[in-house]
């Protein structure tokens, strides 16, 4: 497939996938046996761990939005730069809802083969997700913490 045939491949695969919510369209875009080289959580190998990390994210952020902010490629890679929006109102990752509207931010890049994924890396804030979570504490108010505690230890 052409450069622009996998970009297009890769913009459907958000619009259907993350989006619309529809774990069950991976199979359309994805290869049964990508390589996830820092797979979404740490789930399992495949297809199947991206589609149980669709699952829990969908679970914790059922109005999850990922909108594409930069799109490069050539040859059989595709880069995207992205950013995603969503309130979280179930579970993720062992914190309960917080109903906190959150938004985060990556970059991945997925080769292709035959018009699916078959091998992918990703990166994205996953700390600055949790800050806003609540569940880790941002360097302002860790460094407030630690000077109370000083303070309150004279």
């Known amino acids: 497939m052409s450069t622009e ?12 996938v993350w989006n619309k919510r529809n774990p069950g ?3 359309e875009f994805v290869a049964a046996d990508v390589v996830e080289h820092n797979p979404i959580l740490g789930l399992g190998p495949g297809r199947e761990g991206f589609r149980q990390a669709l ?28 950013s995603g929006h969503a309130t979280h109102r179930g579970e993720f990752m062992g914190i309960p ?13 997925y080769r292709y083969a035959g018009g699916k994924r078959v091998e992918t890396w990703r990166y994205w804030d996953i ?7 609540g569940a880790v504490p941002s360097p302002s108010s860790a460094a407030k913490a630690s000077a109370q505690a000083h303070t309150s230890t004279r």
């Not at 297009?8 to 259907?16: C, D, S, Y």
């Not at 799109?71 to 730069?81: H, M, Q, T």
């Not at 109903?99 to 991945?108: E, F, L, M, R, Y």
């Open 97 to 109: 809802a917080t109903n906190k509207q959150v938004t985060v931010a990556g970059i991945d890049i």
């Open 5 to 16: 045939e996998n970009k297009a491949a890769e913009r459907r695969l958000t619009e259907e």
């Open 55 to 82: 699952n829990m994210v969908f679970a914790g952020f059922p109005d999850v939005q990922i909108t594409v902010e930069d799109e490069i490629a050539e040859g059989d890679k595709v880069a995207l730069r992205w």
């Open 127 to 133: 700390l600055g997700l949790m800050r806003q979570l």
């Open 25 to 27: 369209a991976v199979d």
